[in-house]
């Protein structure tokens, strides 16, 4: 595809999915399928959201070689074409996030999330030929993920605007520029999709973005569908207010647990329990939600209107 008919496939709220695993911590396909559906029947679909498989918050890290491209592959067969699949790839050095990148493409996913190689505290040089070559080994879509927090993972604006010229890239995962600023994803915004990630949809939309992560797309799409509906009809306030009514509370949970074990995928997985969609526990080292835990998020839900189950 050319970049301007990724572009139109990259938008909305992108669902970084969490990967099910079973009582012994095995992937489960089966539930995985079920998910990709569950989503579908909800109304996510081509331009209308993005099913992001084994992202941080998917556990990806933690997924074997041998286990990922199964997941991936049940993604995109549960699609049917119908949803763009994304699928990805952390702090690899370039050999092999060609790697990982070609069988992406052969397995069926639209685009690829890829964070710069932090571990070899790249150059900004180095940060342009990293994408330049993994964009010249394949023909889907890259989404860059700009980790400013982590270091060699800041990429300068400037550089991001030497990529114009790298098609395959597409997309910026955007939290603000090196130096902090987030407007200055305006220099580039016609040039990519910018895709919020400081739980800021809102604001990212208002200055030309085109999506947003930190959503709830894999517990109940509906939610998320709403909000970006809210988005494009202009109307937001009514859309930043509906999508804090739930963040908000996620992001105190988040800190709350936090304090007793770490990982990603932690409350977000006892909110799928929560709505009757059973991804099993994390990966050790992190722990699953307790029983005060629970109640406390179950509480939450309740109180959100959502169609709690049990």
């Avoid at 330049?132 to 060699?152: K, R």
């Avoid at 400037?158 to 010229?165: C, G, I, K, P, S």
Wanted: aromatic letters at 8%; one cysteine or more; glycine letters at 10%.
């Amino acid at each position: 595809m050319s970049r301007e008919e990724l572009k139109k496939l990259i938008v909305g709220p992108i669902g970084a999915v969490s990967t099910p695993f079973d009582e012994d911590l095995e992937v489960d396909l089966g539930a995985m399928r079920e998910m990709v559906q569950m989503m579908m029947d909800a109304g996510v679909r081509n331009g209308r959201g993005v099913i992001k498989i084994a992202s941080a918050l998917g556990e990806g890290p933690m997924l074997r070689e041998t286990e990922w491209p199964a997941l991936l592959r049940t993604a995109v067969n549960a699609a049917g074409g119908k949803v763009p699949i994304m699928f990805g790839i952390h702090d690899k050095d370039t050999r092999w996030a060609i790697d990982q990148a070609r069988r992406a493409q052969d397995l069926g996913a639209v685009a690829i999330q890829v964070t710069p190689p932090i571990y070899n505290i790249p150059t900004q040089q180095d940060m342009y030929d990293y994408f330049y070559d993994l964009s010249n080994a394949i023909d889907i879509g890259i989404m860059i993920y700009h980790t400013t927090w982590m270091p060699g993972g800041s990429i300068e604006t400037d550089t991001f605007l030497r990529m114009a010229d790298i098609d395959n890239v597409v997309a910026v995962k955007w939290g603000g520029s090196t130096e902090g600023v987030y407007e200055d994803m305006t220099k580039f915004v016609d040039i990519f999709n910018v895709i919020d990630n400081s739980a800021n949809p809102v604001g990212c939309a208002e200055l030309g973005g085109h999506g947003y992560v930190q959503t709830t797309l894999d517990v109940y799409p509906q939610h998320d569908l709403r909000v970006w509906e809210l988005i494009q009809e202009k109307r937001y306030d009514e859309a930043r207010t509906l999508y804090h009514s739930v963040y908000d509370d996620i992001s105190a949970m988040y800190e709350k647990v936090a304090r007793r074990t770490g990982g990603q995928a932690v409350v977000f997985k006892g909110l799928m329990s929560i709505m009757g969609h059973h991804t099993g526990s994390p990966r050790p080292p992190s722990k699953g939600l307790n029983d005060e835990e629970m109640a406390e998020l179950r509480e939450k839900v309740a109180g959100w209107g959502w169609p709690v189950k049990g």
